[in-house]
Nanobody, 126 residues
Framework: QVQLVESGGGLVQAGGSLRLSCAAS????????MGWFRQAPGKEREFVSA????????YYANSVKGRFTISRDNAKNAVYLQMNSLKPEDTAVYYC???????????????????WGQGTQVTVSS
């Protein structure tokens, strides 16, 4: 079992930056591929980024590629999402998610993940 808690959301102006953190607990963390998703009001939850359990491979949605960076520190049981050049369309609740699998490749749908955090709100003003 893995428990996830996100933090770092907030209100920022367009062009600004935020760093989201996801604190994980549970004996199996470190062997889990991790991902970030987001959900805007009235929209489906969408994939943002994913990272292999070693951190060696990362994946991004086209909409955030070049602006967002996912990373992890297994010694600290943490995953991060650095978000730069934020746009109003990035406004959403951001969720951290974990897979039982170590593999992040192709894990771009919510059903690919087994554990979820409660989410943190990111609001980007124009």
């Amino acid at each position: 079992q893995v428990q996830l808690v996100e933090s770092g959301g907030g209100l920022v102006q367009a062009g600004g930056s935020l760093r989201l953190s996801c604190a994980a607990s549970g004996r199996t963390f470190g062997n889990n591929a991790m991902g970030w998703f987001r959900q805007a009001p009235g929209k489906e939850r969408e994939f943002v980024s994913a990272i292999h359990w070693t951190g060696a491979n990362t994946y991004y949605a086209n909409s955030v590629k070049g602006r967002f960076t996912i990373s992890r520190d297994n010694a600290k049981n943490a995953v991060y999402l650095q978000m730069n050049s934020l746009k109003p369309e990035d406004t959403a609740v951001y969720y951290c998610a974990a897979r039982r699998s170590t593999i992040a490749a192709g894990a771009t749908t919510p059903r690919s993940y087994d554990y979820w955090g409660q989410g943190t709100q990111v609001t980007v003003s124009s």
